[in-house]
């Protein structure tokens, strides 16, 4: 038991929390101020999150439901009861997770923020609405006083529209999308993939995998040879297979299992016919699945991407639509609602000023957090993780609930330098309003503003799960579990530039010639676009074999440059495919192999473990398969395959535990209790491998770290070096059975880039969406390290990145700006670290300068 690390709280009411066991949480205790700001520091992987979502968020909200009816429960998502010895004064808690959920297609930027809710009210009761006959009316009270509104035209009576006749997931809906902006139709080049192929050999895709196998034979008795390569039919054969009409026939057919054959009338259902019909049977995510890989979507021709009906379409607010409205950047939808109430009459001032004051207050959060740029009609679901994170943050400070727990799970990620400041000030908001604030981060200023920091570790995994160091930010007091990790950063101890840049660029006498000819002396990556989006024409260089970086605040393009543009034009020029619509040109300069390297999870279920996506379990695998025992026993290394070998848990089917069901309590997922989690049969138990220490079966290495498994498995050199690859990455600490689902965006990502180093780098560009992503300043050093290893097998990288840690340690920056949204689009600086400092036209490089003179 480790000691107690809690502080002394006579005058203040705390949260106490005592025993504190959540995964690799070590039974600690410790006390957090109510009504304060609590920021949680530690290297990825020592606990922080186990210890602010897994025991306060958990515990908070789960005390909270069991206050509510259990008929309301049971149709409520409940956290199982956390692993502490006690939890005192913990209040209701509400979690902003690193990882939101993603919106449904039905979701926009502004439903989320409810935005839209407040402009469509205005619209309704401000605006000028059209009668039956086409004639538009000036505002008028009569709407809000639900009274008929009548033409001065042509006589018309009418009721004016409400709020929700102007929305698009009710009664405004536009009829031919339902709402959506999109229609889907079926993709006519995605039913015949292979034309080489015959009917019989299975040419048309949609019948093999949506339809009954018969459908050849009726396709057959339509007239079509199915015995011939598909390009060789006819025209008139061709137009059957896709576009026949739905006629009866009778066949012969023999089933595949049996030498009888039989013989029935099918109706036939042509290829596109086949899709159609279902789509419309579609149930669920996993039938969409089957059906949408032959379904393109195209903007609905009826409203155009608007989503909403005519009659929706044809109301104004001060001479602008609702879709124009929705069209416009934030910033500039702000400024426009602000002049309408001078646009009102007398009788209608009182209601505008209200009505704007409402969308003002709102609208300001979203400015100060940085989303100027997004407008109403943004898609929720091409929103990045941070802006869904700030969206969340938001609107808890607009509920302005007193007394309320906060938890928030790396709010600054996606945050550009300049926004942190709005962050910070809407931290302070929270506090200010009475609730507590917990905040897990690695941003130093977030850390600094802190009224207590607590900071997790030492290490990652098994060997964190202490509190090491807790304190005011500026006077951290350790705890006796290791020195503090965070302190020297926090006081500007660590210099930034941890890595070794190019000779001649980091030398002071040399040249800006000289140092540019040294940046680029291995080559250069080109692109020239046209008009994307906010992203005016430009050309972009970037120097092959040299870490590059894309800053800028959000919106200001660099994922559309990037992602959008030089990726999918790398990608069509090496396939000799067309580039991308808005693409002039782009020059690859030996670039062979492009891959996209991102912190998305790994693994959509619980099968897969770090040891399956290594490739580690396939070598241990054939090493048990040649033990004495197992040859033997006649045991293949496929029966050591926790998934579909023979040496599998019966009980469990491999996944290493069962799920209850409890009805009015959330499902429990528990370890099996036959195989107590490790996948295997008791069978497996008796196959053992030698190693440095006492024979071990393969269900007990599972259960080990990489650390362990390491220091039993030397002289095995095929295991080891992948073992020793984890190591460098910095996570030896995970265990070899350990669902990848549950890690970290950091830790998924170098995984990621593991499985990249042990296949060949040379000419191959390597593109990273802000790797920094829940990592520690160490652990960016780590990554670091990671980087100079591709870039010495030969590689060319570019990093889309906010973290000044990173972009110092960069070899040429392209800064993207000046602003977000229509303030943003071009390259507003480019060059080396100094050059970018030195620029007056890089926001970035403002911040960079002052935080590289701060560091000490």
Known sequence: MSADTSTAADSVRCIKIRGARVHNLKNISLDITLGGVTA??????????????????AEGSRRYLEALSAYTRRRMTQAPEAKVDSLENIPAAIALHQRPSVPSVRSTFGTMTELLNTLRLMVSRLGSHCCPNGHPLPPSTNIAR?????????????????????????????????????????????????????????????????????????????????????????????????????VKKHIFYKPKNSNQAGELDFTYYNAVYTVENALAKVKDDKGMKRVEKFLKEEICPDCHGTRLNQKARSSTLNGRTLPELCALPLDELLSFIKSVPAAMPADLKELADTLVLQFVHNAQRLLDLGLSYLSLDRAGSTLSTGELQRVQLSRALRSRSTGVLYVLDEPSIGLHPANVDGLIKVISDLKAQGSTVVVVDHDVRVLKEADHLIEMGPGAGVDGGEVIAQGKPAELKTTGHGPSLIEPFIKGEEAPRVRALPAASASASASASAA???????????????KIHTVKPLKLVLPKGRLNVITGVSGSGKTTVILESLVPALKAELAGEPLPAHVKTVRTGGINTVNVIDAAPIGSNIRSTAATYTGILDDLRRLYANTPEAKAAGKKAADFSYNTGSLRCPHCDGTGQITLDIQFLPDLDLPCPVCQGSRYAEAAKAFKLETTADPISLPDLMALTAAQALKLLKGKSKVCEKLKLLSFLGLDYLGLGEGTPSLSGGEAQRLKIGAELSRDQSSALFVFDEPTIGLHPLDIRRLLALFDKLLAGGATLVVIEHDLD?????????????????????IAAQGTVEQICASPHSLTGRYLKDYLQGAR
């Open 516 to 530: 540019e000819h040294e940046l680029f002396k291995y080559g250069s990556i080109e692109l020239e676009t046209g």
């Open 146 to 246: 639900d009274l008929k509104l009548t033409c001065p035209i042509c006589g018309a009576s009418f009721m004016g529209p409400s709020a929700e006749s102007l929305s698009f997931n009710s009664e405004g809906a536009c009829p031919a999308c339902s709402g959506t902006g999109v229609v889907r139709t079926v993709d006519e080049s995605t039913l015949i993939p292979d034309e080489n192929l015959t009917i019989d050999e299975g040419a048309v895709a949609p019948w093999n995998s949506l339809m009954w196998s018969l459908m050849t034979d009726v396709c057959r008795a339509m007239g079509v040879r199915t015995n011939i390569p598909y390009k060789d039919l006819t025209p008139e054969e061709k137009d059957i297979v896709l576009h026949g009409p739905a």
């Open 806 to 826: 990173l972009i110092a340690n960069a070899d040429y920056i392209v800064d993207m700006g000046p602003g977000g949204g229509i303030h943003g689009g071009t």
């Open 40 to 57: 949680i520091a530690g290297l990825s992987g020592s606990g922080k999150s186990s210890l602010a979502l897994g025991v306060l968020y």
